[in-house]
């Protein structure tokens, strides 16, 4: 599988999952990590902040579309105040705003809800 399919598949799947049963409180035991598909938020916060903590966008050295997601889910995460947030997170989400391309989209959408 591509690696950018992997990641909007992990994005739309365990780390949404994960987020949404913590942000409710539904707390997974041991025993049930299995079931759930993504074992616990820490397990899916360390996956994650594997793949960019080393590059600069989640497949390496491109923005792809699975950097969109991924720092849409992020950034979500960073405005509801999920747990074990890390530094590495933030610092990919002002990567990926500091794109002139991001820039340039800004501008736009800000210029169209005037």
């Given amino acids: 599988m591509p690696p950018n399919l992997r990641w909007l598949f992990f994005a739309a799947g365990p ?4 987020v949404i049963n913590t ?3 539904v707390n997974v035991t041991a025993a ?3 079931a759930v598909g993504y074992g616990n938020l820490t397990l899916v916060l360390d996956a994650l902040e ?6 600069p966008y989640i497949c390496g050295e491109t923005f792809t579309a699975a950097d ?3 720092t849409s889910q992020i950034s979500s995460m960073l405005q509801i105040g999920t747990p074990d947030m890390r530094p590495s997170f933030e610092a990919y989400v002002a990567r990926a705003g500091d794109r002139d391309a991001a820039k340039r989209a800004t501008r736009i959408n800000d210029s169209l809800t005037r």
């Fill in 23 to 25: 942000q409710l409180g």
């Fill in 68 to 70: 969109v997601y991924v």
């Fill in 15 to 18: 780390l949404e999952a994960a």
């Fill in 50 to 55: 594997t793949a960019i903590r080393d590059t």
């Fill in 32 to 34: 049930q990590e299995i």
